[in-house]
């Protein structure tokens, strides 16, 4: 087998960064005999000279004018060109990427594609979607490192309180606004409840009460994120936007490797989330789950473990927190 040289550009430090290029980087340099290297985000884009010696260059959804040219400059140099994306870059929500949202912007994701060799991607929504512009696709879905099953929460401020807990970036403000009026209600009719979001802080969408809200900055190492992780239940809430729909369940696939209960929109991409066997959880626990699911339908199938819980509804309404939960006044679990 030829041993291959595998360079790689991230977008950024971010989450999507190391799980699309960090961490499968670092199995690929661990359990490969090819050599790799990832380059520092933030610098300058790789030219011809950056290539010398590279069989393949991956890039993360390179775009705009500059990552047209910087493309069309490596061309012709012998090194095979995989454009990586994780997001559907041609239907992005003004709300999230306003610098991405117009057809200029859009053409020049179009032309990058088109200048690539391959195209790499996390599920087929996705690759569908790009595949009119570059037909070489490979599937590669996210996963997440052994190692979460074992780490521990981090401690809370507030023992007492029981803490609902999100994470991510700005692009998500579509779909914490669709939640609002649900999280002031739980917040305003259970005194001992707190959120915490880590990432960008949402809180102000909390009104008067912002004060039961907790915000940790993002970490540019996720294994920094990881132990700020504290959260009681997580909430994965998801717009009806194109844009969402080409998204995976990362973010159940991590409360659920650490014990944490997800309560997720009941569609894409949480809407096709089936569950995996979790490690037993320390107060309560479980995978992401759909109101279309009953809760003695992971009984039946063997994915449930004694002690976990599933709570959902069409909207991913929690209507009360506590020892137990109940969605829209109908307990479905403890």
Known sequence: ???????????????????????????LDDQSHHITGVLPPGGAMPGPKDAQGLDVL????????????????????????????????????????????????????????????????TNEYLAET???FNDN?????????????????????????????????????????????????????????????IG??????????????????????????????????AVAPSADIPFNRAKTWLRALEMGAMAVPIVAANRLPYSDYDGIPRRQPRRVAGPAHRSDQRPGDARRDGRRREGTGRWLDDRGRLEAVGDRVRVRGRRVSG
Request: glycine share 8%.
């Open 58 to 121: 991956i890039f993360q959804r390179p775009a705009g004018k500059e990552g047209a040219r910087m493309l069309e400059r490596l061309i012709g140099q012998g090194t095979k060109l995989v454009y990586e994306v994780d997001d559907d870059m041609l239907n992005v929500d003004s709300s999230g990427l306003p610098h991405l949202h117009d057809d200029r912007a859009r053409e020049s994701v179009r032309r990058c594609l088109r200048l690539c060799d391959m195209v790499t991607t």
């Open 137 to 197: 696709i490979r599937i590669l879905p996210n996963h997440v490192k052994a190692g979460l099953l074992d780490q521990p929460k981090a401690r809370k401020p507030h023992p007492d309180r029981v803490t609902i807990g999100w994470a991510g970036g700005t692009s998500h403000l579509v779909d914490m606004v669709e939640i609002a009026d649900t999280l002031r209600a739980v917040l305003n009719d259970n005194p001992a409840v707190e959120t915490h979001f």
């Open 1 to 27: 087998m030829t041993t291959l040289t595998i360079g790689a550009a991230p977008h950024s430090y971010d989450g999507s960064s190391y799980y699309r290029i960090w961490l499968p980087f670092k199995h």
């Open 130 to 132: 790009v595949r009119p």
């Open 200 to 233: 960008f802080d949402f809180s102000p969408l909390l009104g008067d009460l912002r004060g039961r809200s907790r915000w940790t900055r993002w970490e540019p190492d996720v294994g920094n994120y990881y132990k700020n992780i504290d959260f009681d239940i």
